[in-house]
């Protein structure tokens, strides 16, 4: 492949660049930079030996992830050329699932997953993430300082997966442990590729054996007859949407607000602050920076460049967002960014993301209004990866706040309708009915009337 910089610059350019490492994750808006003068694509490497091409032309990024025909989601040839160790492989290899599939096998399983979603009652949803807010706020609350990242941020979302999944807590840790260490793509990834696939083969079992109200248990029934690697496979997916990405689209957003001064001098100032502070988010800084990864299956002539067979051709969403030829001033309001994809492989799952993200930040920010940074901005550390653009921590400290929930005995139920919270060790735990229950106690279920099924778009 022959690149032709577009710019030569003042300086010659390098063969290829890293996406990996620190100084990527401290700086990737200043790799974006260098990469334009390439021209729309670039030669990068994510990892020691692996060579790849991104996109981060906004442009260019929409033609590839609309056309399947040229920009196949199918990895299996390129894994044959990769060793066995390759700290990406696990992350990037050719798996069964909705995103990364094409054709009629991305159709069924993507009507499996969207139509098993759809059957997640948006407002019961909102009432869990209210709850275990409050529950993970009364943790850390009297304490007056807090990391939001590993004490809210990173599990919040895994409560959320546990109750939408019907996932026991000890095996939800473990898919998270695993997901997690795949994404910061490190020596430890092969290694969390194995305990990952082993604690979702747990799961299908348990829920071949005793299904309920969630969406694993959804997708089992479906029309589609998942079997169960397939199931499995799905797990995964929807487990890298619901964690992982949901806990920097968190994180991302609260250090905006409170670093920013357009924000951090109006943070009790209700929901709409919060909502302008996501869009830019999801503009700017979005939780999954580099993926929409496509392998061609011959070679391509594509922005001036000679793409080469089934090498990879990665979508940088966060460069395409920030790309200076669709600057627009202002993006509040506007959701024509990439950050959930495009085209057939539009994130599923977009709407919950969206409202899981409001209401925990706007639950943290109701409950702690007077939080503020303690360390600047510029001293927060930043995951590796070039997968996610993700912080280290984020420490913060406030006055001192009362528990909103009573201490009691958490209790587990679990019938054909509800799946209760898991409660983490040490956590108060909430009293009266759960989220979404009547008056009388009678729980409310996670799905709704057949009308709300059909409810598409963001909530």
Not at 278 to 288: A, F, G, K, N, R
Not at 327 to 344: I, K, Q, V, Y
Not at 404 to 421: K, L, N, Q, T, Y
């Amino acid at each position: 492949m022959t690149f032709e910089p577009a710019d030569s610059g003042p300086a010659p350019l390098p063969d290829r660049v890293p996406l990996y490492g620190p100084a990527f994750a401290a700086d990737p808006a200043s790799v974006y930079e260098l990469l334009r003068r390439y021209g729309p694509v670039a030669p990068v490497e994510l990892a020691p030996g692996i060579p790849a091409t991104l996109v981060t032309s906004y442009e260019h990024a929409l033609e590839v992830l609309r056309d399947a025909d040229t920009f196949p989601k199918d990895a299996r040839r390129w894994q044959r050329s990769v060793p066995s160790d390759c700290p990406v492989l696990p992350l990037m290899q050719y798996r069964p699932t909705a995103n990364l599939t094409d054709g009629a096998v991305h159709d069924r399983l993507r009507q499996a997953v969207s139509e098993s979603l759809a059957q997640v009652d948006v407002e019961a949803l909102r009432g869990h993430v209210e709850q275990s807010a409050e529950l993970l706020i009364d943790r850390f609350g009297a304490k007056g300082a807090a990391d939001l990242r590993t004490q809210y941020a990173q599990t919040l979302p895994l409560l959320v997966f546990n109750r939408l999944c019907g996932v026991p807590t000890a095996l939800g840790d473990r898919l998270v442990a695993g997901m997690s260490a795949m994404m910061d793509g490190g020596a430890d990834a092969e290694n969390a590729n194995r305990d990952l696939a082993q604690a979702v083969a747990e799961l299908v079992a348990l829920k071949r054996r005793e299904p309920g109200a969630d969406v694993v248990s959804w997708l089992m029934a479906h029309p589609a007859r998942l079997n169960d690697e397939e199931m499995a496979h799905q797990i995964v997916m929807l487990l890298g949407t619901v964690t992982e990405p949901e806990q920097n689209l968190i994180i991302n957003t609260l250090r905006l607000l409170l670093a920013d001064d357009r924000f951090a001098g109006d943070l009790s100032g209700g929901s709409l602050a919060v909502q302008d502070a996501l869009d830019e988010i999801l503009w700017s800084d979005p939780p999954i920076a580099n993926y929409g990864i496509t392998y061609p299956v011959k070679d391509v002539d594509f922005a001036g460049v000679r793409l080469p067979a089934d090498q990879p051709v990665v979508v940088s969403y966060a460069a395409a967002n920030t790309d200076p030829s669709i600057s627009m001033g202002d993006r509040t309001g506007n959701r024509a960014h990439l950050a959930f994809s495009a085209g057939d492989h539009t994130c599923a799952a977009k709407g919950q993301a969206r409202l899981i993200a409001s209401v925990a930040i706007e639950k943290l920010l109701d409950r702690l209004p007077d939080m503020r940074p303690a360390v600047p901005a510029e001293e927060l550390a930043w995951r590796t990866g070039w997968v996610h653009r993700a912080l280290v921590e984020l420490p913060v400290v406030f006055p001192p706040s009362q528990p909103a929930m009573p201490a009691e005995p958490a209790v587990a139920v679990r019938d054909s309708r509800f799946i209760a919270a898991p409660v983490p060790a040490g956590s108060a735990a909430p009293s009266g009915p759960p989220p979404g229950a009547s008056a009388a106690g009678e729980p409310r279920p996670f799905w709704g009337p057949l009308a709300r099924r059909r409810r598409g778009g963001d909530s």
